[in-house]
C-alpha cells in the first residue's frame, strides 16, 4: 500500500482494480476504514466480499490495509486478486 488510510480518505469511492466500484470510505479510524458497501449495485459480487473478508449484511465492513493498492485523491483502489 502507499500509504496508511487518513480521515482525510472518508468519502472516496472504494473501486476494484479494474475500476469497478463497490463502496464508499465512511471512517477511517488507526489507519484502518470502514467502508458502505455498495451492495444494491449488483457490481460487489460474491467473489469481491470474499475477497474482501466482507458479509452480506449492510453494515459498514473493515477495509484491511492490505487489500489496498494505491489511493488518490478520488478513491481508495483495492489489490487486483
Known amino acids: 500500500m502507499a500509504r496508511d ?6 468519502d472516496k469511492d472504494v473501486v476494484t482494480a ?3 466500484r463497490v463502496g464508499t470510505v465512511s471512517s477511517v479510524q ?3 476504514a ?3 458497501p455498495d451492495n444494491d449495485s449488483g457490481e460487489l459480487t460474491d467473489t469481491i466480499k470474499s475477497m474482501l473478508g466482507w458479509d452480506d449484511s449492510d453494515e459498514d465492513q473493515t ?3 492490505d487489500d ?8 481508495v483502489r483495492l ?3
Open 5 to 10: 488510510l487518513t480521515d482525510d480518505d472518508r
Open 18 to 20: 479494474g475500476g469497478t
Open 30 to 32: 488507526d489507519g484502518q
Open 34 to 36: 470502514r467502508v458502505t
Open 63 to 65: 477495509l484491511r490495509n
Open 68 to 75: 489496498v493498492d494505491s489511493v488518490n485523491d478520488n478513491e
Open 79 to 81: 489489490r487486483s486478486q
